[in-house]
């Protein structure tokens, strides 16, 4: 069984950058592994993924600042975000697609959640 535990939230200010991890426990070869947020009053949405090759894919508004990549040996995953934004401020999620199947774009097409990291972002 797959489980997930993220770390390496925080209060950060504007322009600052944090590294979150994201813990992995159990056999994810078969899968695509990601990153979601969801801020205060918004929907859940994707910000990067890495798919079972090791090739990275970002959302059209994050690939100049977020970075995601996968240590295969620590069995972590991280997501690098650098100049720190308001915006950001978010609870950001660890997520597991399915085995076999493309990277998950849509929170209902996740199979496996971790209980997210909150990223707050001030002015």
């Known amino acids: 069984q797959v489980q997930l535990a993220e770390s390496g939230g925080g209060s950060v200010q504007t322009g600052g950058s944090l590294r979150l991890s994201c813990a992995v426990s159990g056999d994810t070869r078969s899968r695509c592994m990601g990153w979601f947020r969801q801020a205060p009053g918004k929907e859940r949405e994707t910000v990067a993924h890495i798919d079972r090759f090791g090739d990275p894919f970002y959302t059209n508004s994050e690939k100049d600042r977020f970075t995601i990549s996968k240590d295969n040996v620590k069995n972590v995953l991280y997501l690098q975000i650098n100049n720190l934004r308001p915006d950001d401020t978010a609870m950001y999620y660890c997520?597991?697609?399915?085995?076999?199947?493309?990277?998950?774009?849509?929170?209902?097409?996740?199979?496996?959640w971790g209980q997210g990291t909150q990223v707050t972002v001030s002015s």
């Open positions: 997520a597991a697609g399915h085995p076999w199947t493309a990277c998950p774009g849509l929170p209902n097409e996740v199979d496996i």
